[in-house]
């Protein structure tokens, strides 16, 4: 089980919204979530939204105004409110996170993301 863990993906009709949860399942203090992906079918993966330490947040043109990052530093979770969504948002969404340069945390240099939760746009 890889440590980021993505939920809220589903099916939605297109103008609907979602919200996209991104959890670190064991050693948090090893993880720093901050920014969401996407890959369409046949694309390559993508910039979504990322966010800063410090809270400044990074929109892909195709997502601005529609779609909102967030997260929450105590629970060291990140978040994806989707709007307004399009068919041309389907995709599966990655969770991409810094991971601490602590020697505890070598282990997880290779799990900087998800394993990804789908989300389906329908018109």
């Known amino acids: 089980q890889v440590p980021l863990m993505e939920s809220g993906g589903g099916l939605v009709q297109a103008g609907g919204s979602l919200r996209l949860s991104c959890e670190v399942s064991?050693?948090?203090?090893?993880?720093?979530?901050k920014a969401w992906y996407r890959q369409a079918p046949g694309k390559e993966r993508e910039l979504v939204a990322s966010i800063s330490p410090g809270g400044i947040t990074n929109y892909g043109d195709s997502v601005k105004g529609r779609f909102t990052i967030s997260r929450d530093n105590v629970k060291k979770t990140l978040y994806l409110q989707m709007t307004t969504l399009k068919t041309e948002d389907t995709a599966v969404y990655y969770c991409?996170?810094?991971?601490?340069?602590?020697?505890?945390?070598?282990?997880?240099?290779?799990?900087?993301w998800g394993s990804g939760t789908r989300v389906t746009v329908f018109a």
């Open positions: 991409n996170a810094d991971i601490t340069r602590a020697f505890d945390c070598i282990q997880y240099a290779r799990n900087d």
């Open positions: 064991r050693d948090p203090k090893c993880f720093s979530p």
